[in-house]
């Protein structure tokens, strides 16, 4: 996701004139929320208001083609649940309210001594 939104924010501000080693830490302040971007922004050195701006655009852009991603892989992974749940066969005879083995019990009831842990 970084790579992501490192080349969409260097594309973005690079050629307004951002010194290259500041891109880093605009990257990572970018990423933040609240006062702590605030704080990050303010020190990253070279940042304008005009760069600031196409910083953030760029970063908006970054994060639709992030989520673009994502919902593609969401909706595959739901077109498939669907799929599945089609085939399945029909359940309805199994859901009763019998109960055909008793699961728990009393080992006095059955007839043998209780187990004992070595």
């Known amino acids: 996701m970084l790579p992501t939104i490192q080349s969409f924010v260097s594309k973005a501000v ?22 702590p971007r605030t704080a990050a922004l303010n020190a990253v050195p070279g940042l304008t208001p005009v760069i600031q701006a196409a910083a953030q655009k760029g970063y908006d852009g970054a994060l639709v083609t992030i989520y673009r991603y994502m919902y593609h892989a969401v909706i595959a992974f739901g077109l498939w649940s669907i799929i599945a749940a ?33």
């Open 14 to 35: 690079l050629p307004l004139g951002l010194p290259k080693p500041s891109l880093g830490s605009l990257v990572k302040a970018l990423t933040l929320s609240g006062a």
């Open 86 to 118: 089609c085939a399945l066969r029909p359940m309805d005879h199994l859901l009763t309210n019998r109960v055909p083995k008793r699961t728990g019990h009393n080992s006095r009831e059955i007839g043998s001594s209780p187990r004992r842990c070595r």
